[in-house]
């Protein structure tokens, strides 16, 4: 079944630990998206890509990372965790051609 | 700045009972418009979407939305609110130049369907 997973869905870690958090969709599509949201607010971007190879930051500063090497996987990274990274993780995909996004559940990440 | 805003954190309305939830936007141009659903635990959901056409706009579970040029607003709706229905609801837009890529989301509406 086409689908976005991300994993974990709960981590919680110290500060300075290195993290990845895993986004794959088996829908064939090439954009992709990372989104941070907090409770009650708005999301936010902090980074795209339109395919392999390709990535982007987003409107919203992100000390994290990404990378897109095969088109069904987009990992972000965050080299040093800090208490201020903490928040969930929303990645998303879409056609090239398409404005309407499919979301992964989200990964809530708490920094102590 | 573009923004878009959804004026009410929560929406209480008793099952069998219309619901209307409320979205307006400050975006040059003529954007894309559209509604997500959050569930707990899930991610994003896509509800239905504006692009040309009908001002209303009918999507997914029974829900339509308004499209108001002039008010530069775009407001979900439903005849007949079911308990169900109860879930966080973003209103979004895209700048229609952009590719998806400058999507604004909305801080989400709380609804809750009252049995």
């Known amino acids: 079944e086409a689908d976005i997973y991300q994993t974990p869905r709960y981590l919680v870690i110290g500060t300075g630990k290195k993290i990845t958090l895993e986004c794959s969709q088996t829908?064939?599509?090439?954009?992709m998206y990372w989104y941070q949201q907090d409770p009650g607010m708005e999301l936010h971007l902090i980074h795209y890509?339109?395919?392999?190879?390709?990535?982007e930051k987003g409107d919203l500063s992100s000390e994290s990372t990404v990378s897109r090497i095969r088109t069904e996987h987009f990992p972000l990274t965050l080299e040093s965790a800090r208490p201020s990274h903490t928040s969930q993780y929303l990645c998303?995909?879409?056609?090239?051609?398409?404005?309407?996004?499919?979301f992964g559940p989200g990964t809530r990440l708490t920094v102590l | 700045a573009q923004s878009v805003a959804q004026p009410e954190d929560q929406v209480n309305v008793a099952e069998g009972n219309p619901l209307t939830v409320k979205c307006t936007y400050s975006v040059s141009g003529n954007p894309y418009l559209f509604w997500y659903v959050q569930y707990p635990n899930r991610g994003l959901q896509f509800l239905l979407k504006y692009i040309t056409g009908d001002n209303l706009v009918k999507g997914s579970y029974g829900f339509e939305a308004e499209f108001n040029k002039s008010q530069t607003s775009f407001h979900l709706k439903k005849p007949s609110a079911l308990v169900s229905d109860s879930a966080l609801y973003f209103c979004?837009?895209?700048?229609?130049?952009?590719?998806?890529?400058?999507?604004?989301f909305g801080a989400g509406t709380r609804l809750f369907v009252k049995a």
């Open positions: 998303a995909s879409s056609e090239y051609a398409g404005f309407i996004q499919f």
């Open positions: 979004a837009v895209s700048p229609s130049h952009t590719g998806g890529f400058k999507t604004i």
């Open positions: 829908m064939g599509h090439d954009k």
């Open positions: 890509s339109y395919g392999v190879n390709s990535t």
